[in-house]
């Protein structure tokens, strides 16, 4: 028997792609399911991210006209990686085995064949690895492979160049789940979970249609996220720093008292442009700490990752 595979999809106001996507989706399923790589009832589940445009009507439309498709309706808007969260969750109650995807159709529907050949193989894990990113913009493409050079250098476990396109069996998303994290950054926590994992790469298109949901203020701040949640680095960067800034502003002081008594420099001027410095360097220094703090508060709440309002479930196949 093959297993019972769900793709996973978050959606955030994708009225636009949403059609296209589930029609390409769907041709997916169908040779998967003919060629006997999956079970006839495996799924297609659509997580609506509390949007604020149609996508949850289409989502109601597609349920109803095909069983293939389910969908999972957010309280409200919770973010990327709630979403998706929230979609293997739910998916896992009848799902062998999981693919997440973007609902853009930027990954590769076609990888999800190699991505099961691995798992049947023996694969926990399969990530699907961007090979170039020729049809990002260049600004895009920079800064996310930027965040994925600091990520690593600060000693967090993460696939260069994998964003959320991947498979993971069923061991893998109930280790996940033990994971009671609030501050979400799935790329870091998928590596902790372990099991055998396999790459499999493939080329990032362009949106199929609309606009990307990932405004470089939600970008900044996914990065920050993600540093922050997996590494005490930048605590250890401020202990260095002001450690040095202690030896220089203590010779500092020496030399300016020194040149102001031999009448060289006026006193107060080697003081101003020194104050400017150490009172820049406290405030960046107190900021960094002050998001580790902030993390802490979020996490001692245990605030739920997301509610679900509803959930269409699929129905037999005709
Ligand atoms: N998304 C989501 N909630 C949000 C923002 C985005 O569920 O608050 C979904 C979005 O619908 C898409 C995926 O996350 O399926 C990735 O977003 P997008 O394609 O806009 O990001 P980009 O590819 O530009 O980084
Ligand atoms: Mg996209």
């Known amino acids: 028997m093959a297993d019972r595979l769900y793709i996973v999809v978050p959606c955030y106001n994708e009225e636009q792609v949403l059609p296209i996507t589930a029609q390409?989706?769907?041709?997916?399923?169908?040779?998967?399911?003919?060629?006997?790589?999956?079970?006839?009832?495996?799924?297609?589940?659509?997580?609506?991210?509390?949007?604020?445009?149609?996508?949850?009507?289409?989502?109601?439309?597609?349920?109803?006209?095909?069983?293939?498709?389910?969908?999972?309706?957010?309280?409200?808007?919770?973010?990327?990686?709630?979403?998706?969260?929230?979609?293997?969750?739910?998916?896992i109650e009848r799902a062998d085995v999981i693919i997440s995807m973007d609902a853009d159709l930027q990954d590769d529907v076609d990888a999800a064949d190699e991505m099961l050949?691995?798992?049947?193989?023996?694969?926990?894990?399969?990530?699907?690895?961007?090979?170039?990113?020729?049809?990002?913009?260049?600004f895009k493409r920079t800064t996310a492979e930027g965040f994925y050079k600091v990520m690593q250098a600060l000693g967090v476990d993460v696939v260069f160049n994998h964003a959320d396109y991947r498979l993971m069996s069923r061991r893998a998303v109930e280790g996940l789940k033990q994971f009671k994290e609030v501050n979400l950054f799935l790329r870091g926590i998928v590596p902790m979970v372990g099991y055998?994992?396999?790459?499999?790469?493939?080329?990032?298109?362009?949106?199929?249609?609309?606009?990307?949901?990932?405004?470089?203020?939600?970008?900044?701040?996914?990065?920050?996220?993600?540093?922050?949640?997996?590494?005490?680095?930048?605590?250890?960067?401020?202990?260095?720093?002001?450690?040095?800034?202690?030896?220089?502003?203590?010779?500092?002081?020496?030399?300016?008292?020194?040149?102001a008594a031999l009448d060289v420099i006026p006193f107060w001027g080697i003081v101003l442009s020194a104050m400017a410095l150490f009172t820049g360097l406290t405030c960046a220094c107190m900021s960094i700490v002050g998001l580790y703090v902030g993390k802490n508060y979020m996490e001692t709440k245990h605030r739920p990752p997301y509610i679900i309002e509803e959930h269409l479930k699929g129905g037999d196949k005709d």
Do not use: C
């Open 24 to 91: 390409r989706l769907k041709e997916k399923m169908n040779a998967l399911t003919d060629a006997g790589t999956v079970a006839a009832d495996s799924r297609v589940l659509f997580v609506d991210d509390g949007s604020k445009d149609g996508t949850w009507k289409i989502i109601s439309a597609l349920n109803k006209e095909d069983g293939l498709f389910e969908g999972v309706k957010l309280s409200r808007n919770r973010g990327h990686q709630n979403a998706l969260l929230a979609g293997m969750f739910t998916a």
């Open 117 to 138: 050949d691995r798992y049947y193989d023996g694969a926990d894990v399969v990530y699907g690895v961007r090979s170039r990113r020729d049809k990002d913009g260049f």
């Open 196 to 259: 055998r994992s396999e790459k499999v790469y493939y080329r990032r298109g362009e949106r199929a249609a609309g606009e990307s949901k990932y405004p470089l203020k939600k970008m900044v701040s996914f990065a920050v996220d993600g540093i922050t949640s997996f590494s005490v680095k930048p605590l250890n960067f401020i202990f260095t720093t002001a450690a040095v800034l202690t030896v220089l502003g203590f010779a500092g002081l020496i030399a300016t008292i020194t040149l």
